[in-house]
């Protein structure tokens, strides 16, 4: 098999069948699989995929086990050479993007993964168009990109006791460290339906900041110089006081402190697990281009 794409879903089923409905097109290729891992739903998603989508590979995890976990149980499980991963609120604007990965991927060796360009927002974009080329960059965004299958397998796997945030550049790191490059490819556009302010107001708010700030945290440990880490903890904790908690942000700031405990609970496993940056591998991978999260069509004019 050519290609795949690979979705993680829970409980958002609304979601998934838009998205399905979206890239219906391309899962009636004969070089491509879809399998999706269902991480313990409760709204009737497994029955619904085995009803109506019987050509989807489908995994089912009993009780939810973590977006990470999920991730990693699908690239190990598809035997494509290209491994696409979409999240359930995503799906292509752009026309043929395989075509585009598969010559991108022919015609750049050195290139294990690519990176798309993604727009956020519950709405399309008003233009699909860009002056954007292609470029190496630092580090990739999870909702869009795309694996050359024999780069993931040369490094570990994502750390599953992340849960959630961080794998990326778990990855990233690892990739710099086997001298595998990460492309951004802004030919293959992205559209994560997500509405960014209302996170704020979401249920989970409180333990996706948790997530996100220690994350961040545990890959210093991991990757970082050790006279870098002092540092980089100093100043993250100061920009997170300074933006949330001096800003009365409560939910922010108990998850903030939770991310401390966290750090402090798995401080030996991230001594142990660590693959640390030399001094000057750590100057080179500052010096590539930073991680393209978000494309605005009005970012261009």
Request: proline share 4%.
């Amino acid at each position: 098999m050519k290609f795949a794409i690979l979705i993680t879903t829970k409980n958002r089923l609304e979601d998934l069948i838009f998205t399905l409905d979206r890239i219906n097109g391309l899962l009636l290729r004969h070089d491509l699989e879809c399998i999706i891992c269902d991480d313990g739903s409760t709204d009737g998603t497994f029955n619904y995929l085995t009803q109506n989508h019987p050509k989807i590979k489908l995994l089912r995890n009993n009780k939810s086990r973590g977006l990470i976990f999920s991730r990693n149980r699908l690239l190990e499980t598809t035997t494509a050479q290209f491994a696409i991963s979409l999240d359930d609120d995503a799906h292509f604007l752009s026309e043929n993007p395989l075509e585009e990965i598969e010559l991108y991927f022919e015609n750049n060796s050195n290139c294990g993964l690519i990176s798309f360009r993604i727009f956020w927002g519950k709405n399309a974009p008003n233009t699909l168009r860009t002056q954007l080329h292609p470029e190496r960059v630092r580090g990739f965004v999870g909702c869009g990109h795309v694996w050359r299958m024999s780069a993931w397998k040369s490094i570990p796997p994502y750390p599953e006791w992340f849960i959630f945030y961080g794998e990326e550049d778990f990855a990233a790191y690892q990739l710099f460290k086997k001298n595998i490059e990460i492309h951004y490819l802004p030919m293959v556009l992205v559209h994560h339906r997500v509405d960014i302010i209302s996170r704020k107001n979401n249920a989970d708010y409180q333990i996706r900041q948790r997530r996100s700030f220690r994350s961040g945290w545990y890959l210093y440990f991991l990757f970082y110089p050790f006279l870098e880490i002092p540092r980089k903890l100093v100043y993250t904790l100061w920009m997170q006081l300074k933006n949330k908690t001096f800003k009365g942000d409560f939910k922010a700031t108990l998850g903030i402190i939770q991310a401390l405990f966290d750090v402090l609970i798995n401080f030996p496993k991230l001594l142990k697990q660590s693959n640390r940056l030399s001094n000057k591998e750590y100057k080179e991978i500052n010096q590539l281009n930073p991680i393209r999260i978000y494309w605005k069509p009005e970012d261009e004019k």
